[in-house]
Nanobody
Framework: QVQLVESGGGLVQAGGSLRLSCAAS????????MGWFRQAPGKEREFVAA????????YYADSMKGRFTISRDNAKNTLYLQMNTLKPEDTAVYYC?????????????????WGQGTQVTVSS
């Protein structure tokens, strides 16, 4: 099993930055691809970014591309999401997820494990 815990959320002004972290644990963590999703109140869960095991390949939703950067440090069992030029519409609960295979996935149903989420609020 894999356990994920997000952190780093908070309140920022529009145009500001935040870096989210996702600490992973579990004996089967090795070889997992990982991703970030977000969900605003009353809205569907939305794909943000994904990264393969080695970190050599990343993929972003169009609205995040150029502003967000996903990365991972496998030695520390940690996934990151650097968020720059934040907009009010970025306000949401952000979740990290892990898939039990080294293949990039963009649908929430393709991920096996999820964190509890961390709130990001961007003021106007």
């Amino acid at each position: 099993q894999v356990q994920l815990v997000e952190s780093g959320g908070g309140l920022v002004q529009a145009g500001g930055s935040l870096r989210l972290s996702c600490a992973a644990s579990g004996r089967t963590f090795s070889g997992y691809s990982m991703g970030w999703f977000r969900q605003a109140p009353g809205k569907e869960r939305e794909f943000v970014a994904a990264i393969n095991w080695s970190g050599g390949y990343t993929y972003y939703a169009d609205s995040m591309k150029g502003r967000f950067t996903i990365s991972r440090d496998n030695a520390k069992n940690t996934l990151y999401l650097q968020m720059n030029t934040l907009k009010p519409e970025d306000t949401a609960v952000y979740y990290c997820a892990a898939a039990a295979y080294d293949i990039i996935r963009t649908r929430s149903r393709d991920y096996n494990y999820w964190g509890q989420g961390t709130q990001v609020t961007v003021s106007s």
